[in-house]
C-alpha cells in the first residue's frame, strides 16, 4: 500500500533514501564535455597550414599529445618554407664541373700560349701550380678558353721543360729562371738551379761582400751624390771620388816590421792618424779576404749596373795624407763616373 508522496521502489529493487543521496560528479563532467563538443562543432574551425619537417616532433611530458593542442600550437607559429632538397645536389653538381680539369691543359701565360698535360702541372705536390690545378681553386679563363695566369710567359717554358724532363736552362737564362721557380714555389728547381753558375757564384761573391757591412749602404750614397751633382750641373752624366782600400795603410816588405810595430803599439792619438777618413766622397775598406782591390770594384760596377746605372771607373791616384813619422795613407782612390742618359 502506498501513502501519497510516499517513494515508489525503483524497479531493480534498490532503495535510496533523498536525504542521504551522494551526487556523483561523473555525470556533471559528462554533461559539461558533451556541451563543450556540440559547442564546438558549432563554430567554425580555423584553417590551419601544416608544415612537414625533417626534424622531430617534440612529445609533451607523459608521452600524450592530442589533436587539438598540436593545432592550437602550430597555429601560433610562423610557418617556414619547406626545403629544397635538389638545390644541394645542384649545387654540388655545379661545383663538381667549375674544377674539373682536362687531360691536356691549354694555357695563356702573360700572353703566351702553352699546352701541357694536366699531370706535368700536378708533378709536384707542393708547387703554386699543383695547388692552381688540383680543383680547389677557380682559374680565369681567356675569350678562346684557355687557362689564364697573369705572370710573364718569356721563361714560363723553361719552368715546364722542368716539370716534363728536368732540364735545366742556359746559362744565360738562369737567373730570370729562378726569379719564376720562386714565384710558382718549385722547390726541386730551385735547388737545382742554385748548384749552377752564375748562383754559385753569387754565393761566394756574397760572402766576400759579407765582409764589409756598409756596402749596400755605401751603393746607395753613390747613386744619391751622382744623382745630385747631375741635376745640379744639368749634366748627362756625374763624377765622384771613391776610396778602395783593403788593407789600413799600404807598405812595401821592408817597412812592415816597422810598420807592425807602430801598428800594435801605438798610443790612442796615433790610432786616429791611422784611422783617419780620406777626402772622398765614399770610402770602402778595409777587409781581411783573398778577393783584392780590382774585385771589390768588379762588384760594385756590376751592382750599380743591376739597379740600371752605367758606371765607369779609373785611378786617379792615392791619399797622400800624412800620419806619422815618414808614413802617407796611401790608399788608392779612384774616380767614378756615372752616365745617366
Given amino acids: 500500500m502506498q501513502q501519497n508522496g510516499s517513494d515508489e521502489g525503483p524497479s531493480n529493487g534498490e532503495r535510496q533514501s533523498p536525504s542521504f543521496r551522494i551526487a556523483s560528479p561523473l555525470p556533471s563532467a559528462t554533461s559539461r564535455v558533451r556541451r563543450f563538443v556540440q559547442e564546438r562543432r558549432a563554430l567554425p574551425l580555423p584553417r590551419v597550414m601544416v608544415v612537414f619537417s625533417a626534424a622531430s616532433q617534440t612529445e609533451k611530458p607523459g608521452g600524450a599529445m592530442s589533436s587539438s593542442d598540436t593545432a592550437e600550437e602550430d597555429f601560433g607559429k610562423p610557418a617556414l618554407p619547406a626545403p629544397n632538397l635538389n638545390l644541394g645536389k645542384a649545387l654540388r653538381s655545379t661545383l663538381g664541373t667549375l674544377h674539373e680539369f682536362p687531360e691536356v691543359i691549354p694555357l695563356n701565360v702573360g700572353g703566351t700560349y702553352f699546352t701541357t698535360r694536366l699531370s706535368t702541372l700536378r708533378r709536384y705536390d707542393d708547387t703554386m701550380l699543383a695547388a692552381m690545378f688540383s680543383g680547389r681553386h677557380y682559374i680565369p679563363r681567356d675569350a678562346e678558353g684557355r687557362f689564364f695566369i697573369d705572370r710573364d710567359g718569356a721563361y714560363f717554358g723553361d719552368i715546364l721543360n722542368f716539370l716534363r724532363e728536368g732540364e735545366l736552362p742556359h746559362r744565360d737564362r738562369v737567373r730570370a729562371v729562378h726569379r719564376e721557380a720562386q714565384y710558382y714555389a718549385i722547390g726541386p728547381l730551385l735547388d737545382s738551379l742554385e748548384d749552377t753558375q752564375p748562383l754559385t757564384g753569387e754565393k761566394v761573391r756574397q760572402s766576400f761582400l ?78 781581411e779576404a783573398v778577393a783584392d782591390v780590382y774585385d771589390l770594384l768588379h762588384c760594385i760596377v756590376s751592382d750599380l749596373a743591376e739597379r740600371g746605372i752605367t758606371a765607369e771607373q779609373q785611378c786617379i791616384g792615392v791619399c797622400d795624407k800624412h800620419l806619422i813619422n815618414h808614413y802617407y795613407c796611401k790608399r788608392p782612390i779612384y774616380e767614378f763616373k756615372i752616365t745617366w742618359w
Fill in 210 to 287: 759579407d765582409l764589409l757591412p756598409y756596402y749596400k749602404d755605401n751603393l746607395e750614397r753613390i747613386m744619391e751624390i751622382a744623382k745630385l751633382r747631375a741635376m745640379q750641373r744639368k749634366a748627362r752624366f756625374a763624377k765622384l771620388k771613391v776610396c778602395v782600400y783593403k788593407e789600413e795603410m799600404p807598405i812595401t816588405p821592408y817597412e812592415r816590421p816597422l810598420f807592425n810595430s807602430l801598428r800594435f803599439e801605438r798610443t790612442d792619438s796615433e790610432a786616429k792618424l791611422f784611422e783617419h777618413h780620406c777626402e772622398v766622397d765614399v770610402s770602402f775598406g778595409p777587409w
